[in-house]
């Protein structure tokens, strides 16, 4: 019986999980492909902006979290090291969320292009170990037009 | 629309601002908050741990400090008599378990 939970939930945390993980991708490449006609850059701070009439800053954020599976082969992953591949598609769907968000935010308010786009990340990661894993991710940049 | 849209100031992670010219600096202004994490939302957030993806209530969380910590640096930018920021970046950093600090910090200039 005490065995029992924590596989109930890790089987619940592997099918959900997966399931939630693949509609979320559908949606970022969706979304990306929308908004491909924007383009972005982590550049033009010190360059001249000739086309460039007005400017404003644009911040999009999301927080994301592990799923029951992930935390526990990531767990086993910690004995042997290596590649945690569970973790990087959980950051990599952060980071593209994030950009996404900040990016539609942008096309609402009319940009023709996003430059010095930054990245900021952080865990939060809770109580001690036991704690739930999360991670905040926020990309920001400066839309003109 | 996003709040931070709301103010007067122009406000850009630029060395300046597209179309103007910097006529004076005021040098550094900053912001932060620190937030913590709202135990209906955690134990919400212990649920949805289970299966994964996005915890919307800590987005919103994370959102609203954001937006605070603009305003602060945007209040203390107004107090100098500038009116625009430029070059503005974001820090974060858990300072204690269960709460998050929110760091906003640009140079305050005027523009013409």
Same mark, same amino acid.
């Given at each position: 019986m005490e065995l029992l939970v924590p596989l109930i939930l890790t089987a619940i945390g592997f099918f959900v999980g997966k399931n939630l993980e693949q509609k979320h991708y559908a949606s970022i490449k969706a979304r990306e492909k929308q908004t491909l006609h924007i383009p972005m850059m982590?550049? &033009?701070?010190? *360059?001249?902006? !000739?086309?460039?009439h007005e400017a404003q800053m644009f911040v999009g954020s999301v927080v994301v979290a592990n799923d029951y599976f992930k935390t526990l082969s990531a767990a086993l992953r910690n004995l042997v090291g290596g590649r945690v591949v569970v973790y990087e598609s959980l950051v990599d769907r952060g980071r593209r969320e994030a950009l996404l968000r900040m990016k539609e935010e942008a096309i609402g308010w009319g940009a023709s292009q996003i430059v010095n786009v930054r990245f900021e990340t952080s865990n939060?990661?809770? *109580? &001690?170990?036991g704690g739930l894993a999360a991670v905040e991710i926020m990309a920001y940049g400066t839309a003109i037009r | 629309m996003n709040a931070l849209n709301n103010h007067s100031l122009i406000l850009t992670t630029l060395e300046g601002v597209p179309g103007k010219e910097i006529v004076e600096h005021y040098g550094l202004v900053q912001g932060s908050t620190i937030r913590a994490k709202h135990v209906g939302k955690d134990i919400m957030a212990g649920f949805k741990n289970i299966v994964g993806g996005e915890l919307k209530g800590y987005t919103e969380l994370l959102q609203e400090a954001r937006k605070e910590s603009v305003e602060r640096m945007v209040m203390q930018a107004e107090q100098l008599g500038a009116n625009a920021v430029v070059n503005i970046r974001f820090a974060t950093s858990?300072?204690? !378990? &269960?709460a998050a600090e929110l760091f906003a910090y640009g140079t305050a200039v005027k523009v013409q």
């Open positions: 982590n550049f &033009g701070a010190k *360059q001249d902006l !000739p086309h460039a939060i990661g809770g *109580q &001690g170990g | 858990s300072v204690a !378990p &269960g």
